[in-house]
């Protein structure tokens, strides 16, 4: 069994039939079902009650991804105390290394079986490409060091993470569309690349595992989307489906995988919802991934969109602003500020 693919070669067309068919298939997918196995009955009887599916043709070659991988296995092959000179603890936001078992995602856990390097992306300061001045505000208090400064450039060039930041800015429109909004919805509530990285190594698990102790425990993103590259071949990543199995979500060469967050499930007041999921290591090898998560800029206030909202289906969430709802969630996982 495969999961399905969409193709975002169109992704940058200008056609508005191409860019209609390719929002429609993602409206399909985070309304109806958002992941699913090639015939329909599988489709309906696995029933994913959000987004959740895989891409190919999203302009980042493997190769790419292979020397990232070789890059990342050399960081954390260093020495516990060289990781821990940039620990997470060391940070106002939370960036930085994280060793095993400092973080927890479920609750109901007892801390994550990875260990990872998280960071994030911010513009320019020296106002040459548009950085305006309301940078700062829209870093929302959630701004310090371990950021990498970016510049724009086409999606088919620059290091994987840039390009990778690229496709995302790329989706936002479609999200729009999807959600019958101007495609320009995002715009002013992305200006300035709310986005973070991680970069995570599974040891593997062995014999009989402890729910309490997986790779990530089961959790929901906070951001608007992510987008997730796997080590291809090793099977980790599951995601719960509406009769609460747990499916697997395998690595499949060239593609990525990607899922709707808690932001998106606020704005949309749950109409598009996050989708629920964790990782084990049972493959008997190491595991490498790298979650690029998309929010919108700090400062903007989640509030539901106008058309999500009537009186059969009242206002779910307190508002907060992304930023807030970012650094309550950092808190919650890493517990030491
Ligand atoms: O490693 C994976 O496949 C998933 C990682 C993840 O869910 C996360 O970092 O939020
Ligand atoms: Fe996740």
């Not at 790329?170 to 999807?178: D, E, R, S, V």
């Not at 980790?236 to 199995?245: H, I």
């Not at 749950?270 to 493959?283: E, K, L, Y």
């Amino acid at each position: 069994m495969t999961p399905p693919t969409s193709d975002l070669s169109s992704i940058s067309s200008t056609d508005p039939a191409a860019r209609r068919a390719l929002a429609d298939e993602i409206k399909h997918a985070c309304m109806e079902v958002g992941f699913f196995y090639g015939t329909p009955q599988l489709h309906t009887s696995l029933n994913f009650p959000s987004y959740f599916e895989t891409v190919k043709n999203h302009g980042i070659p493997e190769t790419v991804m292979q020397d990232t991988l070789a890059q990342m296995t050399r960081f954390f092959d260093l020495p516990l105390d060289k990781k821990l000179e940039v620990e997470n603890k060391k940070t106002s936001n939370f960036m930085g290394y994280n060793p095993v078992l400092s973080g927890n995602n479920d609750p109901n856990g007892a801390g994550d079986l990875q260990e990872g390097f998280e960071f994030k992306f911010e513009p320019l300061d020296d106002g040459s490409h548009g950085a305006d001045k309301d940078t700062a505000i829209a870093r929302g208090g959630h701004h310090g060091c371990t950021s990498i400064q970016i510049s724009p450039g086409s999606r088919n060039s620059g290091p994987p993470s840039h390009r990778a930041l690229k496709l995302g800015r790329l989706l936002f429109p479609l999200f729009a569309l999807a959600l019958d909004l101007p495609e320009d919805f995002f715009a002013d509530k992305t200006k300035h690349s709310a986005a973070i990285m991680r970069l995570l190594h599974y040891p593997p698990q062995f014999g009989e595992v402890d729910d309490r102790v997986i790779g990530i425990g089961a959790h929901t993103d906070w951001e608007c989307f992510t987008i997730l590259w796997q080590q291809p071949g090793i099977q980790a990543l599951q995601v719960l489906n509406s009769f609460k199995e747990w499916i697997n979500v395998p690595a499949i060469d060239g593609t990525l995988v990607i899922n709707l967050g808690d932001q998106f499930a606020r704005w949309t007041n749950d109409v598009f919802t996050s989708t629920v999921h964790r990782a084990i290591n049972r493959s008997g090898v190491e595991r490498y991934s790298i979650p690029l998560f998309f929010g919108t800029d700090y400062n903007v206030p989640l509030e539901p969109i106008s058309s999500c909202v009537s009186d059969e289906r009242p206002a779910r969430y307190e508002a907060i602003t992304a930023g807030e709802y970012i650094r309550s969630r950092h808190q919650a996982t890493y517990g030491h500020y």
